[in-house]
Structure formats: C-alpha cells, structure tokens
C-alpha cells in the first residue's frame, strides 16, 4: 500500500540484516510473511531511510543537543535488543511517561522493530488515574523520568505486571538507567504488520474511566504525511514541539517533519521566551498550539523582536482573533483544524482565511461524513454526528469490545461530535453529542461526569453539575454548580483543592458556585442545558 510514495524498505547500518531476519524466521514464518514484510513500511524503516539519504542531517534538536538520523537509528535498534534483553516480546505493553524528551523518538522505532506496543502516559495525571491505565493495559516495563520518581514508585509498587522500571536521568535501587537498556547488543527485528497494535493513548473519561485508544504504525505514518503533503514539507523545514508527546497533535506534527525528512525541535515543557529563541535558531517552520500558548508566544516575540521569518504554518484551536493577530505579527499562515486520538489526529484542516468559524476540510484520505441517529448521511447544511471511514480509524478501544461494536456501528467510526458540512465542504464543528457533553481546556479533553464524580465525593456536597464556560487564557474553563449538604461551611477553595488532590489538576474547577437547588428535567435530572444557561457567566 505504500508503494506509491517510493520508499524502499532499508534496515540499518553495521548488522547483516539478512541474518537478523533469518533469526526470527526460525519461529516458523513463512515465505508469505517475507513477502510481507517486504511490502510493509514501519516507522523504523521510515527513518532508516531518512538515514541513508541523509546520514548527518538533524533529526532532532533541543536546547542542550543534537541527534542526527544515522545515530537515531542506531539508538532505536540499541533500545529494541534492550527491551528484549529485558524480556519484551511483540504485543507486550511498555508504558511511558516524560515530557518532550529525546528518548521519546527511539521508543517509538524500538517498538516499531520488535512489535511492542508503548502506553503514552499524560503526565498531568493524578497517581490514581496513572495507576488506573497502568491496570488496564498491564505493561511489562516503565520508563518515566528520574523526576517523576517519587509518584510513579508508590503506584508500580501495587501494579504486578511491571517488572522493569527504567529511569531517564539517574537511577536508584530497583531501576534501571536508560543508558543501560542501550548495551545489550543486537536486536533481532520481528515481522510487524503496520496494522497491528503499536501505541495506547488514553482519552478522557466519560464515565470516570479512560478508554485507551488503539493506534498502529499505519494510522501514525498516515496521518503524518497528510501534514506532510499539506504544509509542502522539506528537508530544510523543522517542527517546533510545543504540543506533548503523549497527545495526538503533538505526534501528527512530529511525524509529518520527519516524513518530510526535516528535524523536530524539542521543548521539554512550553516556555514563551524559550520558544521564541528555539524558532529564530533552528529555523522553525510549522507548530502547533492550544490556548493559551499562541497569545503567550505572541507576546514574547514582539518583545523579544524575534525572527520569524521561517514559520510558515500553526495550526491547532484558538479564536479568530488571536490567529488573524499571529498571522499579522508573524507572517504565517494559521490553520484551522478537527481531529480526535481516534481518528488518528487531524482529519480537517484549512487555512483560516478560507473560512472563518470552520474547522477546515477533510484530508484526502478521510472519508468523513455527517450521519443522524438512524445511521443515514446527511445532505450538505444538515446537522448531525460527524463520523468516518478510512485508513485514519483507530483500531479500537483496548479491552472495550462492546464500546468498540457501538463506536463502528453502520459500518463507520462514530466520533461523539456533531457538526455540518457547509455547502464549500468544509467541516463546521458544534460541539460533543449530549450523552458525551465535553469541556475542552487549553487542549485538554474534560468530561463533566469525571469531574462531578469527585466532586461527589466530598461529604458535605450533595449534587454537582459540571460546565464549559468562556475562559479568555484557556478558550474555555470548569465551573462546579454544587449544592452543599444542609449549607455547611465547604468553600470554594477547598472544593477546588479537594477535586485537585484527586484527579487531574487540569481537570479541576477554576469556578465554583454554590445553590440552593440544581434545575431538573420532568424526570427528575439535573437540566445540564439550564445550568448552563442560567450559571455560565463567570
């Protein structure tokens, strides 16, 4: 299927690859599976590629170093025989949790040789929320940061499964450093399918638990060449990672660089000055941003007097404003844009300037459609779930196969949004089914249930209705409706502290207002859509 973009297949430098293949062939593969392989494109062989086309180019850039591709792939297959040495096996889970650390890209080719299957931590979470995926996807090893230590301990201690705890930085008793994953020698490739399994990203919860996302090698490499292709990306450009790792977004823009056979800019967290001096220095090209970072970075490079005279494209949510405001101060162009974790990311895309208030068009390989509740698309300007098929469809949800038979239903993956597509064929977003209500904070996903779960919990509350308001930094921001028991003195502010010690702190309240009563419904339920329209203002 990928013999249309030319890329021969090349597997690394220094080892005799026919021996290495001919090694895992003695499991019992076949000739079928050789063909196979040789038909098939990993992420792995993606950069192996860009390696022997441009052995000393960048592939990665951060403050304090470089990374060329020729010692990118090297790293990846010194990774992949330490996970074996380590005992990982094809489809074995191996969980991560860092920030936008260099580590990250030969995790990603290591799995891509041996077929492991990495679980993408947010690292915003709470212990119990970590500890909640960690449960679920049961991997055999973890890697996080030595700074991240002290919370991750206590967790993997209840967690049976992992027997491997790797440190990036310093290590301590009952860990390994990631340098020394690095001497175990040689990696012996498995036969992959790009289909199969090969990361988990969990989404937020709409019933108080998160679903983690099943994404392949095929899904990722797509995806990234859609931005590719899109953005018209070169050797000579370079993405500024701004957007995390272990998001969606953060990976389309990763990929589509380096698809491009350019480099990737790191940033370990967003600093707006730091920004600004990354994109002068290593001529950036393209990013992508959430609120409230294109305001801030705005701002550090008009005092900074920064040269932008490389950024050519931003795309991500922000208000008309603010990007017809960074276009004028930077001179590129802001792209608008809809995707999920499980439509693989971006499935619409534009430039702000065709259409202001879209969502952009649909990428040349989504089949994206609006369908009613009976299953039947819908003409242009009629309004209904906005749902899809094609190469971009996530392989499911891990251990939810009924969630997985009412997802695909009618033969399409069904995204919970709902929207129309105007008479241009571009995608006019409205916002989360109300079975699937959703507050989207500075690029974070957050379900009311989840929240109003814990807040719940405290004793002296006794019903909560959670809801999306206008927030000038975040887009939009939480605000907690409570009705306390018997008007005892909880306040706001140890509410808020109370549901941030315990989930997320992204996901806590920034408001909270105290009732008398919530509005109900004939039937006796909280009237969300009253709350809103009575309590919204802040």
Not at 465 to 470: A, H, L, N, T
Request: aromatic fraction near 8%.
């Amino acid at each position: 299927m990928f013999s249309e973009l030319g890329i021969v297949i090349f597997h690394v430098f220094d080892i005799d690859t026919r021996t290495m293949l001919n090694r895992s062939y003695l499991n019992g593969s076949s000739q079928e599976d050789e063909v196979m392989a040789l038909r098939s494109l990993s992420v792995f062989d993606h950069w192996a590629q860009n390696a022997r086309m441009y052995p000393n180019a960048p592939a990665l850039v951060w403050p304090e170093g470089h990374m060329t591709y020729t010692q990118l792939v090297k790293e990846c297959q010194s990774v992949a025989a330490g996970f074996q040495d380590q005992g990982i096996k094809y489809g074995d889970r191996v969980a991560v949790m860092a920030r936008n650390v260099p580590h990250f890209f030969p995790l990603f080719g290591a799995a891509s040789l041996i077929g492991a299957v990495l679980v993408l931590v947010n690292r915003r979470l709470s212990a119990e929320e970590i500890k909640v995926i960690i449960e679920d996807t049961t991997p055999k090893m973890m890697i996080y940061e030595d700074i991240q230590r002290d919370m991750v301990g206590p967790i993997l201690d209840q967690c049976s499964s992992v027997r491997t705890r790797i440190a990036l930085g310093q290590s301590q008793a009952g860990e390994m450093a990631y340098a020394d994953l690095l001497q175990a020698g040689l990696a012996y490739p498995a036969l992959v399918s790009e289909h199969a399994p090969y990361i988990i990203i969990h989404t937020a919860a709409v019933q108080g638990r998160p679903r983690g996302a099943v994404l392949s090698q095929e899904n990722l490499l797509l995806a990234g060449l859609q931005l590719t292709h899109a953005f018209e990306l070169t050797p000579q450009d370079a993405s500024l990672n701004v957007l995390p790792l272990y998001h969606i977004m953060g990976l389309n823009l990763a990929f589509a660089a380096s698809l491009g056979r350019g480099k990737n800019v790191l940033m370990t967290q967003f600093e707006p000055s730091l920004a600004a001096e990354l994109i002068a220095d290593h001529r950036a090209s393209i990013l992508g941003s959430f609120p409230p970072i294109l305001s801030q970075l705005m701002e550090a490079i008009e005092k900074e007097s920064t040269d932008t005279a490389s950024l050519r494209h931003a795309i991500g949510l922000e208000n008309p404003e603010t990007a017809q405001k960074w276009e004028s101060v930077t001179g590129s162009t802001f792209w608008t844009m809809y995707g999920q974790t499980e439509t693989s990311g971006l499935i619409t895309f534009a430039p702000l300037s065709m259409r202001t208030g879209g969502a952009g068009l649909p990428g040349p390989l989504s089949n994206m459609a609006i369908q009613d509740d009976s299953g039947n698309l819908l003409p242009p300007q009629a309004a209904g779930e906005i749902v899809l098929q094609g190469p971009l469809v996530f392989l499911g949800y891990w251990n939810q196969d009924e969630v997985n038979a009412y997802t695909f239903r009618y033969g399409w993956h069904h995204t919970g949004d709902t929207g129309y597509i105007d008479d241009h064929g571009h995608l006019v977003f409205q916002g989360r089914k109300a079975e699937k209500d959703l507050i989207k904070s500075g690029g974070e996903n957050v379900f009311p249930a989840e929240v109003e779960q814990v807040i719940l919990d405290h004793p002296q509350i006794t019903e909560a209705c959670v809801i999306g308001v206008d927030d000038p930094k975040f887009g939009e921001g939480i605000k907690a409706v409570c009705v306390r028991r018997d008007n005892q003195a909880v306040d706001d502010q140890s509410l808020i502290q109370f549901v941030g010690s315990r989930i997320a702190r992204y996901k806590k309240p920034r408001w909270v207002e105290f009732v008398d009563q919530l509005p109900k419904t004939k039937d006796g339920n909280i009237d969300r859509n009253q709350v809103k329209s009575t309590f919204g203002n802040v």
